[in-house]
């Protein structure tokens, strides 16, 4: 009762948002897994009413690996962006209290493109949550203050009961969170070194494209409109559970519309003159790791400038599924 009763006070409101900010930056900095492209994350604010605001350099990994034909720069690349989405407005829904959840939907529409050296700042909320489900939102901005992108992500935040009492007692006992989120530090890093995994900077990897490595399938439909293409879902591409991240998804969804629209797919300017303008990324089921994937886009007319593209496991199963929006 004297935990339960400390712990509806404003202070230990924002004591578990500090908290949860604390823990996220720590995370970013010893996983291997996609969220280390958020190591150098400068998370400015995060209050107890879901507000969370943060900076980052547009800079390594974070870029796509091919120069702009237009403007001679590496770009931000859109799965990077999408991490932003998925990982901060995330951060804004535990700030509140809440637990950590699975993603249902992931979107993002930029405006502007995010030049190498440019440091981006953003602000992400939680909009509204319910016992099971979530909506937050996210606006990224450059240094001038103008608006370059938007994001939004529609979470499920129900959980096991064993697991919904464990955060109860995170919740109430701030000795109770401190231990579980050193622990599960710990059995991180217990598994980084017990397999050897390697960041991507030790694996020599300058972006994301070329860690998802995206090649042409040998099937192809006989669909004119149709492209289908393959990757290798490996753990930089992973999230904590071992399954394709969200974020990772989407940018491999991004990287197989590029090819598609590349007229010559071995070709470094053809591929840099496609942008991604928009995207909404549906989660049907987690994407399997250590696994080649198969990924169809199709573009909706001759005409038209919208793709739907889909990840499927080997069995032919769909994990995700994605509505892009992009031009040459």
Known sequence: QI???????????????????QYFKRFFQKTVTFDQLLADIEITNCTAAGVVDFSIVAEGPLLRQHRSRRTGKRHMHEGAL??????????????TGRAGGMSVELSLSILKEVAEGETLRGQASLLRAGSTMGFMKIELRDDAGELVAIGSQLKHLGAPFAMRILHACMYHSPWIADKVHDKHLGMLQHYISKYSLKSFKELGMVSIDQAIAMKKSREQSDDPLTGNYECFVYYPLDNTLVKGHGASSAGI?????????????TNEEALSAVEVKDMTVNYLTPVPDMHLVKVSVRKLSESSDIFIAEIRDQQGKICVRGRLRATV
Do not use: N
Not at 82 to 95: C, H, P, R
Not at 259 to 265: G, K, M, P, Q, S
């Open 3 to 21: 935990f339960k009763r400390w712990s509806d006070t404003a202070e230990a409101a924002q004591a578990r948002a500090t908290r949860a900010a």
């Open 82 to 95: 999408m991490l932003l989405v998925d990982d901060m407005t995330g951060l804004a829904s535990q700030a």
């Open 253 to 265: 969804l991004a990287e197989a519309v590029r090819h598609y629209l590349a007229t010559d797919r």
